[in-house]
Nanobody, 127 residues
Framework: QVQLVESGGGLVQAGGSLRLSCTAS????????MGWFRQAPGKEREFVAA????????GYADSVKGRFTISRDNAKNTLYLQMSSLEAVDTAVYYC????????????????????WGQGTQVTVSS
């Protein structure tokens, strides 16, 4: 069982930046593919970014490419999402997720591949 705890959300003006963190309880954090998803009110949860266990492979949704950066520190069991040039449409609850499955470009966007989820952190961007 993997427990994930997100932090770093808050209220920011459009054009601003935030860094989200996700701390994992497992000692084998460095074997998990990790992802960030988000869910806006009235919408389905959608893929934002993912990173392989080593950090070598990353992938992003088109809507955040060039603005968001996913990274991880395996020594600290922590996943990050650096968000810049934030827009009102980025307002959502952001969730981190963990998957024991080996990295695959084709699967990283699928919620069903991630059995472990955090409780979410709210990001609100004011325009």
């Amino acid at each position: 069982q993997v427990q994930l705890v997100e932090s770093g959300g808050g209220l920011v003006q459009a054009g601003g930046s935030l860094r989200l963190s996700c701390t994992a309880s497992t000692r084998t954090f460095n074997t998990y593919t990790m992802g960030w998803f988000r869910q806006a009110p009235g919408k389905e949860r959608e893929f934002v970014a993912a990173i392989s266990w080593s950090g070598v492979n990353t992938g992003y949704a088109d809507s955040v490419k060039g603005r968001f950066t996913i990274s991880r520190d395996n020594a600290k069991n922590t996943l990050y999402l650096q968000m810049s040039s934030l827009e009102a449409v980025d307002t959502a609850v952001y969730y981190c997720a963990a998957s024991p499955t080996t990295w695959s470009t084709s699967f990283m966007t699928a919620r069903s591949r991630y059995p472990y989820w955090g409780q979410g952190t709210q990001v609100t961007v004011s325009s």
